[in-house]
């Protein structure tokens, strides 16, 4: 009997991968391993956290990426319109004011898991479980009103100069 007892238990460990399964076995161990094992979850859910952040910057960055391409093309119709005629600058502005469109559309679209760092959302990731190490990551309006990008006019031959962006409007 004691030497089916003692297989049964070393079949439970190896099973488990557990030195000890319950606190009848050993108690001291048993609460010991049972804080390990809640020590390495809170760490896991940190790993999690930490990668979650990393896909939301990584979206962010992408949406920003794509909205200074944006801005470049703007930048080359604002030149394009200086020295364009009346009824192109209306065409020009009116291909202008498509882009200032596209650019809102992308701001609003970079999120990831419900934070969006283009729109304004804030994240605090928590590097421990006691939260002494912490990150905020802090996101901006990158819409076109946010970075001061204002519609074009059509009608007017005049050329406006935008202070935010340095670049004619």
């Not at 007892?5 to 557990?18: A, I, P, V």
């Not at 479980?129 to 309006?141: K, N, R, W």
């Amino acid at each position: 009997q004691s030497t089916a007892q003692l297989l049964n238990r070393t079949q439970g460990r190896l099973s488990s991968g557990k030195q000890v399964n319950s606190a009848v076995d050993d108690p001291s161990k048993y609460f010991a391993a049972q804080d390990h094992l809640n020590h390495a979850s809170d760490l896991a859910a940190r790993k999690s956290d930490m990668g979650e952040a990393i896909q939301g910057v990584k979206s962010a960055n992408q949406g920003i990426t794509s909205i200074t391409g944006l801005i470049n093309q703007a930048q080359g119709l604002v030149q394009s319109a200086q020295s364009a005629n009346t009824t192109t600058r209306a065409s020009l502005a009116a291909q202008f004011n498509t882009i200032r469109t596209q650019i809102d559309q992308l701001a609003s679209d970079s999120g990831y898991n419900g934070k969006n760092f283009l729109q304004g959302d804030t994240l605090n990731v928590l590097f421990n479980e006691s939260g002494s190490s912490l990150l905020v990551v802090t996101g901006f309006q990158g819409d076109s009103s946010g970075l001061g990008i204002t519609s074009a006019a059509h009608a007017t031959g005049t050329v406006h100069t935008d202070e935010t962006l340095g670049q004619t409007s």
